[in-house]
């Protein structure tokens, strides 16, 4: 089984195969979905996000708000205050972007962009990068119909949705959501494929291997790892 | 009407209104009006019965207070003490000030003209006390005179009505057959004390007619302006680019503002420019701040948008929404606060932005998903605590729901398949439905229900799809299918 703990032992070192830093340490994530309507990367971003009650802040570009709708209060939870910020263009996204994340009170910065914008270069995802490593304020950049050119982000996914796991108590219905993560890209973890199931209730994510990548494994499937942070 | 600048002539009888308990009632009357009969508190269907070409305008009574609340501040011009009284009525303590107008004859007279020249018709007397004022300006002489010594007598001519009492103890002594103050005067006091010595000060003839005496003190208490915050720095040349100038503004105003224990929300810098003109921005903050170095990165964007014409030389800061902030210590270790710098993030997006783009959604009680999320202030305090939907609700939604075209397995069930956005989505699971009923006392007529199931195609894309309406249902065609929202 080839599976990802992104746990950090006692020694603050990440333990599992990516041992080089501490992998929960916050920076600047990206994600591409698959499609623009798919709301798996946005799924996975907020089962990502600290588990603490400080403020979001979202900055969103009209492009994505009208193709991809907005984030939706009843279904995301009020765990966190959602500080929204709807603009029209990339540039502003970028600067607003910068702006909170000299704002340590932020659980996290949150950015949707639409498409290659020439601003959205390599250059202005390091400057993300590095203020959000100074600020250490998690910053994920979700970039719909967009290729994946150069960029300084730390770890770059893939998300697309997967058919559901079974519901327990209606086999028509679909059941806990789950999803195709590739992280192709990254600093400090080797990049791999797995399947994510995620559990809203007890707010867990567990990641099984991608059956690309061998069968799952042989046992009857209870050894799943946590992704804690 | 005189604020819209359509005040009528003076021979047309107008009134102004008031709602009373059944129904309006005149508030207030013009000189024409009260010559046809029509006095102040009657009800306006009994007045339009009198008086049938009679107009009737609604009174504006905060509008009124307000301006009588500057017009205090205004007639400071006589005197240093000034204070409100009542509804319709200034009090100014001109002890000491009338020899500069010429004495208190003159003085009046200067006054009328003044008030008259803002458009205001007044009644004025000069007299010891308040009461003896109040009493002379409404039913004595015009522009009369008290002296120290006169005040009995002069008191004694005028109407019951002149002590400030309530319409019932007024009712009370006019049954009595006291008709003037000088009646209540010669009254004996012992019988006057035995009668009334449990009322209250407005219902008690005895210790209002002391106060119009004199014998019980009724200080004037004056208000105080609010102090303006303002800086400014004059030029030698006229410039075309404010910023070099702003650090420098900023601090001073803080300094001030530091200085009275204040903290502002606004910021006006004005230039004002050669030819003659004057050009000014605005900037807000989200929360009372006298940090110079906060309030100078607030204009850092805004700056451009002056224009500076052919140049300016002369460039003032004003303070506005000025309040008290105390000096507080946020925590042990000297740090600031986050919340500080919370507001702060807010404030330079908002003025960069705009306000309207910045806003915090919340969860409001109602079960149409798109009424169920309302949009506040950023930084706004929640006054109800946030309510958890117990449905399955999507992560995204569409701000209009768009319509899709879809293939039915049964009329009454979810599609088989349906067209969205010129794609084919193959239902494979599904749940639902979940029936919302449109809000009867907020739709127009006819809004049709909603059936909303939350379907999976083959991909595993998670859906949120309704059907407007019903078949049959007599509110328009069949029913129509939207996606509203997607799932995690």
């Known amino acids: 089984m080839r599976s990802l703990r992104l746990q950090k032992n006692p020694n603050g070192q990440a333990d599992g195969r990516a041992h080089q830093t501490d992998v929960a340490a916050p920076t600047l994530s990206e994600v591409f979905p698959d499609t623009a309507q798919d709301a798996a990367a946005v799924g996975y971003m907020l089962s990502r996000l600290p588990k603490t009650d400080a403020p979001i802040l979202w900055v969103q570009d009209r492009l994505s708000r009208r193709e991809s709708g907005k984030p939706y209060l009843a279904g995301i939870g009020t765990q966190h205050p959602i500080i929204m910020v709807d603009l029209s263009r990339a540039t502003d996204v970028l600067w607003a972007m910068e702006d909170g994340l000299r704002c340590r009170a932020l659980a996290a910065v949150i950015g949707e962009v639409w498409g290659d914008p020439p601003v959205l270069d390599f250059t202005a995802t390091k400057r993300l990068t590095m203020r959000s490593e100074a600020a250490s304020v998690p910053c994920w950049l979700i970039r719909r119909a967009a290729a994946t050119n150069l960029s300084a982000a730390r770890n770059r996914w893939r998300a697309s949705s997967r058919p559901s796991a079974p519901n327990p108590h209606d086999a028509q219905a679909p059941g806990l959501p789950r999803w195709s993560l590739d992280l192709f890209r990254s600093r400090h973890l080797k990049p791999g494929s797995w399947v994510a199931e995620y559990d809203r209730a007890s707010d867990r994510l567990y990641y099984d291997a991608a059956p690309q990548h061998g069968t799952l494994d042989g046992g009857d499937g209870t050894q799943r790892d946590r992704a804690a942070g | ?488």
């Open chain 2, 1 to 488: 009407m005189e604020r819209n600048g359509t005040a009528p002539p003076d021979d047309v009888p107008v009134v102004l209104a008031r709602d009373g308990q059944h129904g309006p009632v005149v508030h207030a009357t013009n000189r024409a009006a009260r010559i046809l009969g029509v006095n102040a508190g009657a009800r306006i269907v009994d007045t339009k019965a009198i008086c049938p070409e009679l107009q009737i305008e609604y009174a504006d009574i905060g509008g009124d207070r307000r301006a009588l609340d500057n017009l205090v501040l205004w007639a400071r011009r006589w005197c240093p003490w000034s204070v409100r009284d009542g509804d319709d009525g200034l009090i100014l303590d001109t002890t000491g000030s009338d020899h500069l107008m010429g004495g208190e004859a003159a003085m009046l007279r200067e006054m009328e003209t003044q008030l008259s020249l803002l458009g205001l018709t007044s009644r004025l007397a000069v007299a010891p006390t308040w009461g003896a004022a109040w009493a002379l300006a409404r039913f004595g002489p015009v522009r009369s005179v008290c002296g120290l010594d006169e005040t009995p007598w002069k008191l004694g001519a005028l109407p019951v009505a002149g002590l400030r009492l309530n319409e019932e103890t007024l009712l009370l002594l006019r049954r009595l057959g006291l008709k003037t103050i000088g009646a209540v005067m010669d009254v004996p006091r012992l019988s006057l004390t035995r009668r009334f010595v449990k009322a209250a000060l407005h219902a008690n003839p005895l210790m209002r007619l002391d106060q119009a005496l004199g014998k019980t003190p009724e200080p004037v208490a004056s208000i105080d302006a609010p102090p303006r915050i303002h800086v400014q720095t004059k030029l030698p040349e006229p410039i075309q680019d404010p910023t070099s100038h702003l650090p420098e503004l900023c601090e001073d105003l803080c300094e001030q503002l530091s200085h009275t224990g204040q903290g502002c929300r606004q910021l006006h810098l004005t230039v004002y420019k050669t030819d003659g003109e004057v050009s000014s921005i605005t900037v807000a903050t989200s929360a009372t701040t006298r940090d110079p170095n906060h309030l100078h990165a607030l204009f850092r964007d805004k700056v451009e948008k002056i224009n500076p014409g052919f140049g300016f030389d002369l460039i003032t800061l004003t303070a506005g929404g000025v309040e008290p902030l105390q000096l507080v210590q946020n925590s042990l270790d000297g740090g600031s606060d986050d919340d500080l710098h919370l507001a702060r993030l807010v404030d330079r997006l908002s003025a960069r932005f705009g306000a309207k783009t910045v806003t915090r959604p919340v969860l409001n009680q109602s079960h149409i998903p798109e009424r169920a999320e309302g949009q506040i202030a950023a930084l706004a305090v929640m006054d109800r605590p946030q309510i958890a939907t117990p449905k399955e609700r999507p992560i995204r939604l569409f701000d209009h729901p768009e319509e899709v075209r879809v293939l039915y397995a049964v009329p009454e069930g979810p599609p088989a398949q349906f067209i969205w956005r010129r794609q084919t989505y193959k239902v494979a699971r599904y749940t639902g439905p979940e029936r919302i009923a449109p809000e009867w006392w907020k739709d127009r007529a006819g809004a049709r229900l909603r059936d909303y199931f939350k379907v999976e195609d083959a991909q595993g894309r998670r859906i949120w799809l309704y059907r407007e309406g019903l078949f049959e249902d007599g509110r328009g065609g069949d029913p129509r299918w939207f996606v509203h929202g997607c799932f995690a």
